[in-house]
């Protein structure tokens, strides 16, 4: 069956740098979430999408920005990138926004800052 | 912050053995899912339970939910080396969104 998938799997940016992140959905799926994960941390939520609408935000830095397109898929934007961003970056995506709903992730893409 | 804290953090068994893992969160909630993690991988979805189910099973999985004390529990019977994994809880608390808010983990290692 088809999955979330993310791309690049791994990502190596400077200070200060910009970096977009890709997610598409498993397929009919219409919600899309962003999640990050430090190192040793559990997922924090930053922001979810439902049909190309803003659906939720949680502690995504100003810095980032993410939007949904047309055809579902999801890109998070990254400016004036800083060390603590590293970290794993989760999509995840589930069909309908409403409560109940088996969210499923991708395998994640790895930022790391230097 | 952070809804759920889960018990242990660390777990090591030998193959064979039960494996149960505990989650507290502090809400309401309407639904709460296990996921597993493998070092640096992506989040498997492993069961949900709603909150008017006490008991829900799957393969060799069963979770628990109490809302009364807000706790889960997972329990994973006749583990193997390849359950090695954190385990994540996670809660949602909004008949509006699906999102979903995480547990610490429990690292589960199983020896073989």
């Known amino acids: 069956a088809a999955g979330v998938i993310q791309s690049p799997r791994h990502l190596i940016k400077e200070k200060r740098e910009t970096a977009t992140l890709k997610c598409y959905p498993i397929p009919r799926h219409d919600t899309v979430y962003w999640y990050q994960q430090g190192p040793g941390q559990d997922p924090q939520f930053l922001i979810s999408f439902y049909e190309k609408m803003q659906s939720d935000k949680g502690s995504i830095p100003d810095r980032f920005s993410a939007q949904q397109f047309s055809d579902y898929h999801s890109e998070l934007n990254m400016s004036s990138l800083e060390l603590g961003d590293s970290a794993l970056y989760f999509c995840a995506s589930s069909m309908g926004p409403s409560s109940g709903n088996t969210i499923y992730f991708g395998e994640g893409s790895w930022l790391t800052v230097v | 912050s952070q809804q759920g804290e889960e018990d242990p953090q660390a777990l090591s068994i030998q193959e064979g053995e039960n494996a149960t893992m505990n989650c507290s969160y502090k809400?309401?909630?309407?639904?709460l899912q296990w996921y597993r993690q493998n070092s640096g991988r992506g989040l498997v979805h492993l069961i949900l339970i709603r909150s008017n189910e006490r008991e829900k099973h799957s393969g060799r999985l069963r979770v628990t939910l109490d809302t009364s004390k807000k706790s889960s529990s997972l329990l994973i019977t006749a583990s193997r080396a390849a359950d090695t994994a954190s385990y994540f809880c996670?809660?949602?608390?909004?008949?509006?969104?699906?999102?979903?808010?995480f547990g610490t983990g429990t690292r589960l290692q199983v020896f073989p």
């Open positions: 809400t309401s909630i309407n639904n």
């Open positions: 996670a809660t949602d608390q909004s008949y509006n969104t699906d999102k979903l808010i």
